[in-house]
């Protein structure tokens, strides 16, 4: 259904007639509530929302089995809309504004990252479908990458990522001394976390002569290790928390 501001249809009363509705699209400027939808019985598998004229709130959504989901600048409930639907397969976010965090679940679809050329916080988290972060050398922007718990096979050069000044990898049992090259070749980064993973002291010997690296913590799993590391990283701070991080940078953290 599509239409424009102060369409007829807007109330979308009509669609009382239609509980077992599988597939809905909707291109109405004017829509301003989705209380409709807490009448659907469940059934909803695909849902496309585009651009609205008043926030709507996401997750007000009760679909818990959506297998497709576009949304266009729509940002309020998100989040909970996710993680209510981890059956999730493709998932295309239009015109998204700063951040954008995926928490677990699986998206199959990740092409549609690549469009967030205005992305600066990118969070993925316990997702599966992203072993290959293709996609990253499209985000020109991106100020901040978090990737938490994912099964990566590669991670690119981020060389041309002259704004990304952050990178965390948390609990990523598949990194690689290669991965570590590829953030040492960000030349801006000033703050770097890494937390799990089978590396030696030595993997991150390339790090030693970055020009902006401030601040690091990387936790290699042993007091021995870790001692080893810090003598070849002297005089690094401490990186700031998530929370300090996002506040000094303007980035609003909803994950």
């Known amino acids: 259904m599509y239409g424009a501001a102060g369409s007829a249809l807007e109330d979308l009363d009509f669609l009382r007639w239609f509980p077992s509705l599988t597939r809905l699209s909707i291109d109405l400027p004017g829509l301003g509530d989705l209380g409709f939808?807490?009448?659907?019985?469940?059934?909803?598998?695909?849902?496309?929302?585009?651009?609205?004229?008043?926030?709507?709130?996401?997750?007000?959504?009760?679909?818990?089995?959506?297998?497709?989901?576009?949304?266009?600048?729509?940002?309020?409930?998100?989040?909970?809309?996710?993680?209510?639907?981890?059956?999730?397969?493709?998932?295309?976010?239009?015109?998204?504004?700063?951040?954008?965090?995926?928490?677990?679940?699986?998206?199959?679809?990740?092409?549609?990252?690549?469009?967030?050329?205005?992305?600066?916080?990118?969070?993925?988290?316990?997702?599966?479908?992203f072993e290959e972060l293709d996609f990253l050398p499209r985000l020109k922007v991106l100020e901040w990458l978090w990737v938490?718990?994912?099964?990566?096979?590669?991670?690119?050069?981020?060389?041309?990522?002259?704004?990304?000044?952050?990178?965390?990898l948390d609990g990523i049992r598949t990194l690689r001394p290669d991965m570590i090259v590829a953030v040492s070749e960000a030349p801006n980064l000033t703050e770097l976390v890494v937390n799990g993973g089978r590396l030696t002291p030595a993997d991150f010997g390339i790090l030693t002569g970055h020009p902006t690296l401030l601040a690091t913590r990387i936790s290699l799993g042993s007091l021995r290790r870790n001692d080893e590391l810090a003598r070849l990283l002297p005089n690094q701070q401490q990186?700031?928390?998530?929370?300090?991080?996002a506040r000094s940078s303007g980035i609003e953290l909803a994950i």
Request: glycine content about 6%; overall charge positive.
């Open 148 to 168: 938490e718990t994912v099964k990566l096979h590669t991670l690119p050069s981020l060389r041309k990522h002259r704004s990304l000044v952050r990178v965390d």
């Open 239 to 245: 990186p700031r928390t998530h929370s300090d991080f």
């Open 37 to 129: 939808l807490e009448k659907f019985s469940g059934n909803l598998e695909y849902l496309n929302i585009d651009r609205t004229v008043t926030r709507i709130d996401l997750a007000r959504i009760p679909a818990r089995g959506l297998r497709g989901l576009r949304l266009v600048n729509h940002e309020r409930g998100l989040q909970s809309l996710l993680q209510a639907n981890q059956s999730l397969r493709s998932l295309a976010l239009w015109k998204y504004r700063a951040a954008l965090a995926l928490t677990l679940g699986s998206v199959r679809d990740r092409s549609a990252l690549g469009d967030f050329e205005r992305l600066r916080l990118l969070v993925l988290r316990g997702v599966r479908g």
